[in-house]
């Protein structure tokens, strides 16, 4: 029997908001359900209580859960693995809209997520055989905030910065 596993993602009461913003920022992405709220409660009866979608075909599930006290952190955060600058920078420019640049590539966005924007294979760099060149990329990285992808690897082959 196969297992789906889907994040599910706490909102106080922006869920469809946010899921809206983040299909139109990924590509092949999709809002796949919608679920009100019943008499039942707690939310109001007809405003939307979750909303499925489908990001770059990974599956989520955003609530409103209407609860403040329950906030997104750096505990969990979802990376993004850029093939380009372009893409990189793409990523970076909508989710810091409205959202706060942290260092190392991540970006906690306006609804409270936090991501890792970051180049496609940067873990093989840090992992590289050399542990000088991993040390230097590594270095490069802790000095940024978005990544530039062409410095980590000027710092990796310890070529100085244009």
């Known amino acids: 029997m196969p297992t789906t596993i889907t994040p599910n993602l706490w909102f ?11 299909v139109s920022l990924f590509p092949n992405s999709r809002i796949t359900a919608k679920t009100p709220y019943t ?3 707690p939310g109001t009866a007809g405003e939307t209580m979750t909303v499925a ?3 770059d075909g990974n599956r989520f599930v955003g609530i409103n859960g209407g609860d403040e006290g329950w906030k997104f952190n750096e505990a969990i955060s979802f990376s993004i693995g850029c093939q380009t600058q ?7 420019d909508a989710l810091t809209e409205g959202g706060e640049e942290m260092p190392c590539g991540w970006v906690r966005d306006r609804f ?4 890792q924007v ?3 294979g940067i873990e093989e ?22 990544l530039d992808i062409d410095e980590l ?7 100085p910065a244009a």
């Open 86 to 92: 372009e893409e990189l920078d793409h990523y970076w």
């Open 125 to 146: 760099l840090f992992a590289d055989p050399d542990r000088e060149r991993a040390t230097r990329a590594m270095k490069a990285m802790y000095g940024m905030r978005k």
């Open 112 to 115: 409270g997520l936090v991501w």
């Open 39 to 41: 008499e039942a409660g």
């Open 53 to 55: 979608f489908e990001l």
């Open 153 to 159: 690897r000027r710092a990796a082959d310890a070529v």
């Open 12 to 22: 106080d009461d922006n869920a469809e908001d946010a899921a809206n913003f983040y």
């Open 118 to 120: 970051v180049p496609a």
